[in-house]
């Protein structure tokens, strides 16, 4: 499998699954967000400068200030210390709305089915593959892009300044970094601290409800077009689970995790292998691998789980367990509701 951060050619986000999944379907490497970019702190290569070109605006402000900035891609580039205008293409756009921040452009399409889409009114579509007409067009003063092309780079950079962002880095390096990049450090760390309360409160509720046992194991599943399976690690759902004083990963899922891998294909007849005490069973978009879910659990190896025996099964729309901030802190809120119903 590719890694993850080559965006939309990795499983993508498998949570983005309607538009992306069937964008990405060539990909067979995971998610490594354990090899993630540098903090924003360390990537702020020299202190706020006059840009080399004051505004037309004739408003008698100062002229624009900017910064140089290294991306985890190696380039260095002049940006904005506070962009106004922002087009972002990649797949964690839920992390700006949890700064308040709103780009100008953003592929549309990414958005489809997210928790976030109803907050997407007003953002220009600059599709996916990004349209470089249409970016233009609005006249970016920073372009954030998840890309790993170097064309593509290339022609964004004659734009606007453009860097490249991981999207797949761990939410805390991934929060930190974006909070630098839009001048929104202390933001940034406001909302991983009130994030990280809220993950602590909603553990210890319930357990002190009797919904889980302390050390009780549990594991992510979904099906892929291909009547490929796939158990999940370091990707989106499975990293609330597995946090601090949440769900363990199995013996063989931590092997997953432990390789830094987002996810893992595996076969139903190693499926008991991965499955814990809990099972959570992603519901994916595409026809072909909706037929593939519903097949499996009519199948006796499914049946014949433990997870399944005791009735620890749980579903969730795979468009709502994306790794961006704003999904996952709303899925603080939805776990408990899916423990609760069974």
Not at 71 to 86: A, L, M, N, Q, S
Not at 217 to 233: C, E, K, N, Q
Request: aromatic share 8%; hydrophobic share 40%.
């Amino acid at each position: 499998m590719k890694k993850a951060r080559q965006p939309f050619a990795a499983l993508c986000v498998i949570f983005v699954m309607s538009t992306l999944l069937l964008a990405c379907g060539n990909s067979e490497e995971p998610s490594a967000g354990n090899a993630a970019a540098n903090s924003a702190g360390s990537n702020t290569a020299a202190s706020a400068s006059p840009a080399p070109e004051a505004s037309d605006a004739g408003t008698g402000e100062a002229a624009a200030k900017t910064r140089s900035y290294t991306d985890y891609k190696g380039h260095t580039v002049e940006i904005p210390v506070t962009p106004k205008r922002v087009v972002y293409s990649g797949e964690t756009y839920g992390d700006l709305l949890a700064l308040g921040v709103q780009a100008v452009g953003y592929p549309l399409s990414m958005g489809d089915g997210q928790v976030f889409e109803d907050q997407l009114k007003g953002v220009e579509d600059v599709g996916f593959p990004i349209n470089l007409e249409k970016t233009l067009s609005l006249q970016p003063d920073l372009i954030i892009y998840a890309g790993t092309d170097e064309a593509d780079f290339e022609a964004l950079s004659k734009i606007a300044p453009t860097v490249i962002f991981d999207t797949f880095a761990p939410l805390q390096e991934r929060m930190a970094e974006i909070g630098g990049l839009l001048d929104k450090s202390a933001e940034a760390q406001a909302w991983l601290a009130q994030y990280k309360s809220k993950e602590t409160a909603m553990w210890e509720q319930l357990k002190s409800d009797g919904l889980m046992k302390e050390g009780e194991t549990a594991a992510v599943f979904t099906y892929y077009p291909g009547d490929r399976l796939f158990v999940m690690a370091t990707t989106g759902l499975s990293q609330v689970l597995y946090g601090e004083n949440g769900f363990k990963p199995t013996p063989a899922i931590q092997k997953v995790l432990d390789e830094g891998m987002g996810f893992q294909e595996v076969s139903m007849e190693a499926i008991e292998q991965y499955s814990g005490d809990r099972i959570f069973l992603l519901t994916p978009v595409a026809d072909e691998a909706k037929q593939s879910t519903e097949a499996m659990l009519k199948s006796q190896v499914w049946k014949s789980l433990p997870a399944v025996k005791n009735g620890y099964v749980y579903t969730q729309d795979i468009m709502k367990t994306s790794s961006d901030a704003t999904t996952r802190e709303w899925l603080l809120g939805e776990i408990p509701k899916l423990l609760n119903n069974k």
